[in-house]
T-cell receptor
C-alpha cells in the first residue's frame, strides 16, 4: 500500500525554537509538497520540490525553508518558530509518470507554537 | 488564488445522492479536473479525475459539462462517513504543475 508518512502527528514547540517536520514517501515519486491548513483558509502551498536538491516557493514561503537531500524525503524547517505558525501541516507527493497523477497526502502534523 | 470555485457548504440526507458543483471557467484544454476529500483530522484523499468525458469509479461519478467550465461530483448514495470537505482542483497532467486548493465544500450528511 502506498504511503506518505509524516514524522509527528502532534508537536508543541516554543517561540524561537527551530522545528523540523519530516515527510517520507515510499512510492519513488518525483514531486513532493508542503501545505499548511488553517480554519477557513483551506490548504495553502508553502514549498514544493520536483527533484532531489530542487525546491520552489509556493504561495506562503515566508518563515519556512525546505530540504530534499534524498528522493523519498522532504523536510520542512521553521528556523525560528512563531505563534502564527501554529497550524496543521500536510505533506503530499505525486509522480509525473503515473497515469492518474493524483496527490498522495500524509496524515498531517499539527504544530502548536507557544 | 485557486482556479476553481465551490460552495462553502452543503448538506445531504443519508442514502440520497450528493451532488457537489465546481466552477472552473478558466480551465485550459489540457487541464484535468481532480476531486479530493478530507475527512476531519486526516490528509486529503484522491477521489476521481477527468478531462472531457464523464467518469465513474467505486467512490463517485464525475460529470463535466461540454464546455468544461464546470463539473459535478456525485456520491450516489451518501453515507454518514461521506461527511467531509471536498476539493475540486484543476491540473495540467502533461508536465510539472502547482496543485492549488481552494477552501472546498463542507458536506454534511445527516441521518
Amino acid at each position: 500500500d502506498v504511503k506518505v508518512t509524516q514524522s509527528s502527528r502532534y508537536l508543541v514547540k516554543r517561540t524561537g525554537e527551530k522545528v523540523f517536520l519530516e515527510c517520507v514517501q515510499d512510492m519513488d515519486h518525483e514531486n513532493m509538497f508542503w501545505y499548511r491548513q488553517d480554519p477557513g483558509l483551506g490548504l495553502r502551498l508553502i514549498y514544493f520540490s520536483y527533484d532531489v536538491k530542487m525546491k520552489e516557493k509556493g504561495d506562503i514561503p515566508e518563515g519556512y525553508s525546505v530540504s530534499r537531500e534524498k528522493k523519498e524525503r522532504f523536510s520542512l524547517i521553521l528556523e525560528s518558530a512563531s505563534t502564527n505558525q501554529t497550524s496543521m501541516y500536510l505533506c503530499a507527493s505525486s509522480s509525473d509518470g503515473r497515469s492518474t497523477g493524483e496527490l498522495f497526502f500524509g496524515e498531517g502534523s499539527r504544530l502548536t507554537v507557544l | 488564488d485557486a482556479k476553481t470555485t465551490q460552495p462553502t457548504s452543503m448538506d445531504c440526507a443519508e442514502g440520497r445522492a450528493a451532488n457537489l458543483p465546481c466552477n472552473h471557467s478558466t480551465i485550459s484544454g489540457n487541464e484535468y479536473v481532480y476531486w479530493y476529500r478530507q475527512i476531519h483530522s486526516q490528509g486529503p484523499q484522491y477521489i476521481i479525475h477527468g478531462l472531457k468525458n464523464n467518469e465513474t469509479n467505486e467512490m463517485a461519478s464525475l460529470i463535466i459539462t461540454e464546455d468544461r467550465k464546470s463539473s459535478t461530483l456525485i456520491l450516489p448514495h451518501a453515507t454518514l462517513r461521506d461527511t467531509a470537505v471536498y476539493y475540486c482542483i484543476v491540473r495540467d497532467q502533461g508536465g510539472s504543475y502547482i496543485p492549488t486548493f481552494g477552501r472546498g465544500t463542507s458536506l454534511i450528511v445527516h441521518p
